[in-house]
């Protein structure tokens, strides 16, 4: 059965920092970009989609107006995120401004799609399904915007908030803590008589405040301008564009959410040490993301059955606590370095098959203690050069806490990164459920899916790979 979802759009507006803040004035309106930030410049943005369930009727006006509003006040403390990049041809780097006048495309829609099929932990959804709920970022060849956003009404169910942010102006740390933000207010803002007060200044806790200050971030190899160039020069010179390119959903995917519950992480750290012990070899910490990433790439690979000789997967590492000085966890933009273990694909079938994804992944974080700049100067190269064979990468932390989005109707039913579809990636988040450490989410060819739940639960229940 092909499920298409409709949605109406209600009002598409635009929301402008509001204007009358202490603090709004000592933020930057203008931010350069940094190397970390020019080589995603022309990535496809990442997309999350929140779902709240809201077990009385609610009034969809307040709701909408609680929104818009604690927005307006939250763009004040992320002036850039209203802004827009620009590679004017007088500038060697593209530029991220925001002028008086910009403001955040948000969109107001309502569906009758069904609010707990689409929230739902259990069902499996064809991929295309959640597109309707996440907005698209508008895109030319001269001109981005960094975020967009979409607030979509179930009547009598609840709603979504779906995020568009670009890739290239902020990393997965900076944007989540966007929307924490933006939730924050909400739930604090001053509501009466069915009207919310814009008088009522809600603050931001220290948590949440941002760092903008982009000195902190030195470049004595020159990355940006190495990566500056590597644009420039992509299928001709002075390549200005700012166009995002392009991917498509293959036809026939399903979405899936894959859950590791402490007891699935235990067992597996178990398995580990065991097999640490018949190989006399030293029995170290085994971290619970590289137990469920290493799980998860093994699945994968048996299911797609892929055949190349080598298998890589990439994921990033948060740079902030890694340079040297070590930069503020709560500095805005991108900060990543990308680790990207590489096994024989072979070695993943065996019967070591977790053993050898878990040492090969172990690698590649330790590989970071030489130095997280290490091999920086390929970031760029490595994706425009065209490779083959499958590669799997990772969005989303499980240390980003999403479930902790609360704008005053309680924690998220669901939270899903959906623009995972277009790069085949693995999503990671933290669990909704107390039970669980991670859940996975991931999109697969409709028989490949089939395969990788059933290996999925067991060998998790067997604890073999
Ligand atoms: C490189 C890593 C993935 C490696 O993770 P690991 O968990 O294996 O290793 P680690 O050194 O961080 O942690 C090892 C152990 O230290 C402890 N530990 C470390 N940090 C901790 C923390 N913040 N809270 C609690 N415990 C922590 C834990 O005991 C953990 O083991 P245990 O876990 O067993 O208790 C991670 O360090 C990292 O940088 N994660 C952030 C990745 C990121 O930012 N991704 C988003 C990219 S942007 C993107 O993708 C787009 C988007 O999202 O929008």
Redesign the pocket.
């Known amino acids: 059965m092909a499920y298409t979802n409709s949605v109406k759009v209600v009002e598409a507006c635009r929301v402008a920092p509001h204007p009358t803040s202490p603090d709004s004035t000592a933020l930057p309106t203008s931010l350069p970009l940094t190397f970390f930030d020019i080589r995603w410049l022309r990535f496809q943005p ?1 997309q ?1 989609l929140y779902f709240y369930q809201i077990s009385t009727s609610f009034d969809t006006k307040l709701l909408f107006s609680k929104l818009k509003t604690s927005l307006s006040i939250t763009l004040q403390h992320f002036l850039p995120l209203a802004g827009n990049l620009t590679w004017p041809q007088e500038s060697p780097k593209p530029t991220l401004n925001y002028v008086e006048g910009d403001a955040v495309s948000l969109t107001v829609a309502e569906t009758d799609a069904d609010f707990y099929r689409l929230s739902s932990d259990n069902d499996f959804l064809e991929a295309q399904e959640y597109h309707p709920l996440v907005p698209q970022l508008p895109v030319s060849h001269e001109k981005a915007a960094i975020m967009a956003l979409q607030v979509t009404i179930f009547p009598n169910k609840g709603f979504s908030i779906g995020t568009t ?1 670009h ?1 290239a102006v ?4 900076s ?2 803590t966007f929307v924490k933000s933006w939730a924050h207010i909400c739930k604090h803002i001053g509501e009466g008589k069915g009207q919310v007060h814009l008088s009522s200044s809600v603050s931001l806790p220290d948590e949440l405040r941002q760092f903008y200050d982009r000195r902190v971030v030195t470049d004595p190899a020159e990355l940006g301008t190495l990566f500056v160039n590597q644009y420039l020069n992509l299928g001709g010179p002075n390549n200005r564009s700012l166009k995002i390119w392009e991917t498509k959903v293959p036809p026939g995917s399903i979405r899936g959410t894959f859950k590791f519950t402490r007891k699935d ?1 235990e067992s597996l ?1 178990q398995l580990m040490r065991t097999k640490a012990g018949e190989k006399k070899q030293e029995d170290v ?7 469920a ?1 290493a799980y998860t790439w093994v699945c994968i690979v048996k299911a797609e059955e892929i055949k190349d000789e080598t298998t890589r997967m990439v ?5 902030r ?2 340079l040297d000085p070590p930069l503020p966890t709560n500095y805005f933009g ?1 900060c ?1 370095a990308g ?1 990207v273990p590489v096994v024989e694909t072979k070695g993943l079938f065996g019967e070591d098959g977790l053993v050898v994804a878990v040492y090969a ?2 690698e590649a ?1 330790r590989k ?1 203690e030489k130095g997280v700049l290490d091999g920086a100067e390929n970031w760029v190269s490595r994706v425009v050069t065209v490779t083959s064979g499958r590669m799997i990468s ?7 806490r999403v479930y902790d989005t609360d704008f005053g109707w309680g924690r998220p039913k669901k939270v899903e ?1 959906v623009s995972i579809d277009r790069n085949r ?1 693995i ?2 988040s933290d669990p909704k459920s107390d039970a669980g ?1 991670v859940d996975v989410g991931l999109v697969l060819e409709k028989h490949h899916m089939e395969v990788f739940a059933s290996l999925f639960y067991k060998d998790l229940k067997r604890n073999i790979c």
């Open positions: 990442v999350r942010m890739h902020l990393d997965g740390k944007s989540t992480i750290r910490h085994v971290s619970t993301f590289t137990l990433c994921f990033m590492a948060d740079c606590p890694r991108n990543t680790c992944i172990r974080i970071l990772i969005a989303g932390s499980h240390r980003f990164i990636a999503s990671f450490v």
